[in-house]
């Protein structure tokens, strides 16, 4: 999971809980963001508050994916609609399935790897790796039929490259980075498919950056300004190129995640002498529509968005002192969702039938506890994997497979995934326009 610059403010005490990727990519994806959304052109804000009890952990089973041979510790960053986890354990990629279990993918000729996202099908994998001698690094491909496959960066004078995303036409996004005359570092987002060569997306004048990518091909992300003085979230297209996706007034602003009918959610700052970031939800009908803050807070972004238009994500509470996940819909507004004795939480995402997922403060401060959440049900606590502490959950899949990792301050952190092996129809709990029940 990467952590935002703008989220120092408000977000404290995640920061020694997330783990670090083995090597030195300038960024990496935000976790799952490929989820389908329709969002009406008519928005209505109503922020409310719903005092939430958090439950015993119920129905959902966490299944430890251990370690890689030799190593302590694995993190998931991505895993596919069928189960098949990938990221990184040690130094090396790995792809994980209830069959096989946990593989190493190798490397490029160098000593690391790490997987970032997968497939719809669990198909195909996408990371980077260090090359012959660690010489570079250089975003992969990975199939089981071809392996692992240098997939090279924009041109000849770019030395490295790392990939974010893969939709199911094995569109791949990324970023490729060089050092200028005056010893910068410049980074220039890519899209790449096996008939072709990369595609730069372009740029505001700046570094660009891409976080997700959906199944029609329409990539979004952020792009810096000139001298990379702030940056604005763009929408990418092969027939349209890159799009601007507008600001709130301020100096920064994210695309986060994307559907495929072409909703987009992040953040953007506010203007005035004082900025803050506010979460957005933008289409092509309707502009960039601020979703607002929770009460006095003075800072937050959406994470992700699902096929009803429902989103998730987190603002600051009242004078800046900590965090409260929202969830919000057209017809109802934010609403915010949280433990009854205002511990800080937050979302970070949200599956097809409208399951919230996160991690909150746990009642020790010795880290993070997950949790589910529905408007039937409310806040159920997600245990940890046997043998540890605590869990904090990266993102939920649009079918409900929850992931994440589970840790103690003894023991090393392990990816971990959460399945219901039943779930009762959830998409009436905020939204009653459709039967989505699972058997």
């Known amino acids: 999971?990467?952590?935002?610059?703008?989220?120092?403010?408000?977000?404290?005490?995640?920061?020694?809980?997330?783990?670090?990727?083995?090597?030195?990519?300038p960024r990496q994806r935000p976790g799952r963001c490929r989820q389908i959304a329709r969002v009406s052109a008519v928005f209505v804000l109503v922020t409310a508050t719903m005092a939430v009890t958090v439950r015993a952990w119920q129905s959902f089973v966490a299944t430890d994916l251990g370690v890689l041979g030799g190593a302590t510790e694995s993190f998931p960053l991505d895993v596919s609609e069928n189960g098949v986890a990938v990221g990184y354990s040690g130094s090396n990629a790995f792809r994980w399935t209830q069959a096989s279990a946990m593989t190493n993918l190798g490397t490029l000729g160098g000593s690391t790897s790490f997987a970032t996202a997968v497939?719809?099908?669990?198909?195909?994998?996408?990371?980077?790796?260090?090359?012959?001698?660690?010489?570079?690094?250089?975003?992969?491909?990975w199939t089981e039929k071809a392996g692992m496959a240098d997939?090279?960066?924009?041109?000849?004078?770019?030395?490295?490259?790392?990939?974010?995303?893969?939709?199911?036409?094995?569109l791949v996004i990324g970023f490729s980075w060089k050092t200028t005359e005056d010893f910068a570092i410049l980074t220039r987002g890519f899209a790449w498919t096996r008939a072709g060569s990369m595609v730069d997306l372009g740029t505001f004048g700046g570094d660009t950056y891409p976080n997700a990518v959906n199944n029609r091909g329409m990539v979004?992300?952020?792009?810096?300004?000139?001298?990379?003085?702030?940056?604005?979230?763009?929408?990418?297209?092969?027939?349209?190129?890159?799009?601007?996706?507008?600001?709130?007034?301020?100096?920064f602003g994210e695309a986060?995640?994307?559907?495929?009918?072409?909703?987009?959610?992040?953040?953007?700052?506010?203007?005035?002498?004082?900025?803050?970031?506010?979460?957005?939800?933008?289409?092509?009908?309707?502009?960039?529509?601020?979703?607002?803050?929770?009460?006095?807070?003075?800072?937050?972004?959406?994470?992700s968005v699902n096929d009803d238009g429902?989103?998730?994500?987190?603002?600051?509470?009242?004078?800046?002192?900590?965090?409260?996940?929202?969830?919000?819909?057209?017809?109802?507004?934010?609403?915010?969702?949280?433990?009854?004795?205002?511990r800080d939480n937050y979302a970070s995402g949200i599956s097809a039938d409208g399951l919230v997922v996160g991690s909150t403060l746990a009642a020790d401060g010795g880290g993070l506890d997950g949790f589910t959440w529905t408007a039937a049900e409310g806040m159920v606590d997600l245990g940890p994997a046997d043998g540890r502490a605590y869990a904090q959950i990266d993102s939920v899949t649009?079918?409900?497979?929850?992931?994440?990792?589970?840790?103690?301050?003894?023991?090393?952190?392990?990816?971990?995934?959460?399945?219901?092996?039943?779930r009762p129809c959830r998409s009436q709990d905020l939204r009653d326009q459709r039967d989505k029940c699972r058997s």
Request: proline residues 6%; glycine residues 16%.
């Open 1 to 25: 999971m990467r952590l935002m610059p703008f989220i120092h403010s408000f977000l404290p005490f995640f920061h020694s809980f997330l783990p670090l990727p083995p090597f030195g990519a």
């Open 119 to 141: 497939n719809d099908s669990g198909s195909v994998v996408v990371g980077s790796s260090r090359t012959a001698g660690d010489a570079f690094q250089h975003a992969f491909v």
């Open 151 to 170: 997939i090279g960066t924009l041109g000849p004078s770019f030395s490295g490259s790392h990939a974010t995303g893969v939709n199911n036409d094995a």
């Open 220 to 251: 979004v992300g952020t792009s810096y300004t000139s001298g990379n003085s702030g940056s604005r979230p763009f929408a990418w297209t092969r027939a349209r190129g890159m799009i601007d996706l507008g600001s709130f007034g301020g100096p």
């Open 256 to 303: 986060l995640a994307v559907s495929d009918s072409g909703v987009v959610v992040g953040y953007s700052y506010t203007a005035g002498d004082i900025s803050y970031s506010h979460p957005f939800v933008w289409t092509q009908e309707t502009g960039m529509i601020d979703l607002g803050l929770l009460g006095t807070g003075n800072g937050g972004l959406a994470t």
């Open 310 to 342: 429902i989103v998730a994500g987190y603002t600051s509470t009242e004078g800046g002192q900590g965090t409260r996940a929202f969830v919000w819909t057209r017809e109802g507004g934010m609403v915010a969702i949280g433990p009854v004795d205002g």
């Open 398 to 422: 649009k079918s409900g497979i929850v992931f994440g990792f589970s840790y103690s301050p003894a023991s090393a952190a392990h990816a971990t995934v959460w399945n219901a092996p039943k």
